[in-house]
C-alpha cells in the first residue's frame, strides 16, 4: 500500500509561477525523496531530505519536512514548460531501503 | 553513460503466455528493485534484492510472478502465465546499499499489455 498521499493530483500553472507541491505520510521515516516522471519515462531522484532536517534547497527547488505533521512539500519556483512532469514523494524507514511511493501530482507548466 | 537498462520497452501479448521481462543494473550496483505501475495502484514494490539475494518479495503474487538474479548484470522478473490485470509499466531500479542518498536510479520500464 502507499505510504504517501499527495497534493493536489493535479496542479496547472503559468509559466514563471511557483508550484507547491505536498505529500502526506503515514508511518516514522528515515528519510523523504522527491523523485520526477516525464510522460512514458522512468522515475528520477530530484531531492532528499533527512528526517532531522527541516528544509533543503537544490536550484530550484525547496523541500520541507514536518515529521510531526508527517508531511513534505517541494517548491518549484520560476517553473518553465520543460517542468511538466509527475512529481512524487517517497520513503524510507527502519533499515529498508527501498522506497514506499506517493501517488504523485502531475504539474503542467503552460508556456 | 550508467543507466538501468531494461527489455523490453513494449510487450503486447495474449492471457496465459509467458512473459520476461529483463534488467541491467548500473554496474557496481548492488541492490536491484522491482516496481509496478497502474493508474489504479500507482507505483507498489514487487522485489527487492541485495548482492543478488532477494530480500523481500512480499509484494510479488507468487502464484505467477518469479524474480531472480542469474548473476550481478542482469535481473529477471517472470509471469507465467499471465493474465489481463498484469498490464502496467514494470520497472527495475538500482542502487549502492552503501551510498548515503539512498537513490535509486529507474530504467525507462517495460510496458506490458496483456489481452
Known amino acids: 500500500s502507499q505510504q504517501g498521499e499527495e497534493d493536489p493530483q493535479a496542479l496547472s500553472i503559468q509559466e514563471g509561477e511557483n508550484a507547491t507541491m505536498n505529500c502526506s505520510y503515514k508511518?516514522?521515516?528515515?528519510?523523504l525523496q522527491w523523485y520526477r516522471q516525464n510522460s512514458g519515462r522512468g522515475l528520477v531522484h530530484l531531492i532528499l531530505?533527512?528526517?532531522?532536517?527541516r528544509e533543503k534547497h537544490s536550484g530550484r527547488l525547496r523541500v520541507t519536512l514536518d515529521t510531526s505533521k508527517k508531511s513534505s512539500s517541494l517548491l518549484i519556483t520560476a517553473s518553465r514548460a520543460a517542468d511538466t512532469a509527475s512529481y512524487f514523494c517517497?520513503?524510507?524507514?527502519?533499515?529498508?531501503?527501498?522506497?514506499?511511493f506517493g501517488s504523485g501530482t502531475q504539474l503542467t507548466v503552460l508556456p | 553513460d550508467a543507466r538501468v537498462t531494461q527489455t523490453p520497452r513494449d510487450k503486447v501479448t495474449e492471457m496465459g503466455q509467458e512473459v520476461t521481462m529483463r534488467c541491467q543494473p548500473i554496474?557496481?550496483?548492488?541492490?536491484v528493485f522491482w516496481y509496478r505501475q497502474t493508474m489504479m495502484q500507482g507505483l507498489e514494490l514487487l522485489a527487492y534484492?541485495?548482492?543478488?539475494?532477494?530480500?523481500?518479495d512480499s509484494g510479488m503474487p507468487k502464484d505467477r510472478f518469479s524474480a531472480e538474479m542469474p548473476d550481478a548484470t542482469l535481473a529477471t522478473l517472470k509471469i507465467q502465465p499471465s493474465e489481463p490485470r498484469d498490464s502496467a509499466v514494470y520497472f527495475c531500479?538500482?542502487?549502492?546499499?552503501?551510498?548515503?542518498?539512498?537513490?535509486?536510479?529507474f530504467g525507462e520500464g517495460s510496458r506490458l499489455t496483456v489481452l
Open positions: 517517497a520513503t524510507t524507514r527502519g533499515s529498508a531501503r527501498q522506497l514506499t
Open positions: 508511518t516514522s521515516i528515515n528519510n
Open positions: 531530505i533527512r528526517s532531522n532536517e
Open positions: 554496474l557496481g550496483h548492488n541492490t
Open positions: 534484492f541485495r548482492n543478488r539475494a532477494p530480500l523481500d
Open positions: 531500479a538500482s542502487a549502492l546499499s552503501t551510498s548515503n542518498t539512498g537513490e535509486l536510479f
